[in-house]
């Protein structure tokens, strides 16, 4: 009876993740579709609808738009989320809990919530929807996630190989520099990862923050779909899902090697 649960159970997660990722998997074999109409059997391979977008002037600048926006989102929020961090731990801070509640707080709050009462308050300061504003959203909404991953790894750094340095004659910005970045950095480069892959395929803050005439990848992919479901956007999806997973893993094998040469 034990060995028939976990076959069962295991074949509940097969059906689960196959209901996850399937219509994933179905979006990127259409987007090799040669017919101009998404259905099977597929009646070729092509690679036209990804030259098409290669042709669109509107997704080119979307993808622009979403690359800096993602690209400026993960420098300002490992920034500020290795700053936080290192205040947090390495430091006694009045009220400490209650700030990394606050920092924190962003990810218990559902996201719609967090876009309406930022567009909100931003309008009762008089300040109007700009790209500034778009970036302060995502930055707002993604530095919780590097606080996290650069918290972890740093509580993992013992102090003493800290003190160890400045013992030696190193002052405190050479023993950060020369010693706790580059153990840092594996996280540091993750939470980094995480800001840009979040911003990029972020759509629902940023619906609410952008300015008239910006689009980026998602919005300008909703905005597709509201007139007709061209196989362009089956193309667009699936450069967003090579984006979105491939960085990830790029960053992950990037930090196994920097963790095997550090010696952690």
């Excluded at 567009?119 to 300040?127: A, Q």
Aim: aromatic content about 10%; hydrophobic content about 55%; overall charge positive.
């Amino acid at each position: 009876m034990r060995g028939l649960g976990w076959q069962a159970i295991r074949l509940w997660a097969i059906l689960v993740y196959g209901f996850m990722f399937l219509p994933i998997a179905v979006v990127v074999l259409l987007s090799f579709n040669a017919s101009q109409f998404g259905s099977f059997p597929m009646t070729g391979l092509s690679f036209r609808w990804f030259a098409k977008l290669a042709e669109n002037d509107a997704i080119i600048r979307a993808l622009q738009t979403s690359m800096v926006l993602g690209v400026l989102t993960a420098i300002i929020s490992t920034t500020l989320g290795v700053l936080a961090s290192l205040a947090l731990v390495r430091y006694r801070v009045p009220g400490s809990n209650l700030v990394s509640t606050v920092l924190i707080a962003p990810i218990l709050v559902p996201e719609v919530v967090l876009a309406v009462a930022l567009l909100l308050f931003l309008n009762f300061l008089n300040i109007n929807k700009s790209f500034t504003l778009l970036l302060m959203g995502h930055v707002t909404f993604t530095l919780p996630f590097v606080i996290l991953v650069v918290q972890a790894r740093l509580v993992s750094i013992k102090r003493d190989v800290e003190e160890a340095a400045m013992s030696l004659g190193a002052s405190p910005r050479q023993a950060f520099f020369q010693i706790t970045l580059p153990l840092l950095m594996p996280a540091v480069l993750a939470g980094g990862l995480f800001a840009f892959t979040i911003s990029f395929d972020d759509i629902t803050g940023t619906l609410f923050w952008k300015p008239g005439g910006v689009e980026t990848v998602p919005t300008q992919i909703f905005a597709m779909l509201r007139n007709s479901i061209s196989p362009e956007i089956n193309a667009l999806g699936t450069l967003m899902i090579v984006i979105t997973v491939g960085l990830p893993l790029l960053g992950v094998a990037i930090a196994r090697k920097i963790s095997k040469k550090s010696g952690t």
